[in-house]
């Protein structure tokens, strides 16, 4: 099964832009559809962005449509997700994963922090 490491989290200032990149192992990478996933403070996990198998699909929560971009590169193996216009809410610690259940196992994911 596919093993997934997530990284580019960081702090920074509302407004700024960051780039989060997730990494799988496997062979079968390119037969999944995959999902960004955030989860903040005394909140639920919500699945924020998701991508078919191609790339050629995607979808957005409304709370971050129109802000972050989620994207793939199957030769590369990788998911990513940019988000401008980060906002305090955005704060959360963030997960890829496959966008539907069963999860798998979801790691220790990266730390988004946005200040005021």
């Known amino acids: 099964q596919v093993q997934l490491v997530q990284s580019g989290g960081g702090l920074v200032q509302a407004g700024d832009s960051l780039r989060l990149s997730c990494a799988a192992s496997?062979?079968?990478?390119?037969?999944?559809?995959m999902g960004w996933f955030r989860r903040a403070p005394g909140k639920e996990r919500e699945l924020v962005a998701g991508?078919?198998?191609?790339?050629?699909?995607?979808y957005y929560a409304s709370s971050v449509q129109g802000r972050f971009t989620i994207s793939r590169d199957n030769a590369k193996n990788t998911v990513y997700l940019q988000m401008n216009s980060l906002n305090p809410e955005d704060t959360a610690v963030y997960y890829c994963?496959?966008?539907?259940?069963?999860?798998?196992?979801w790691g220790q994911g990266t730390q988004v922090t946005v200040s005021s």
């Open positions: 496997g062979r079968t990478f390119s037969s999944y559809a």
């Open positions: 991508i078919s198998r191609s790339g050629d699909n995607a």
């Open positions: 994963n496959i966008p539907v259940p069963p999860f798998r196992p």
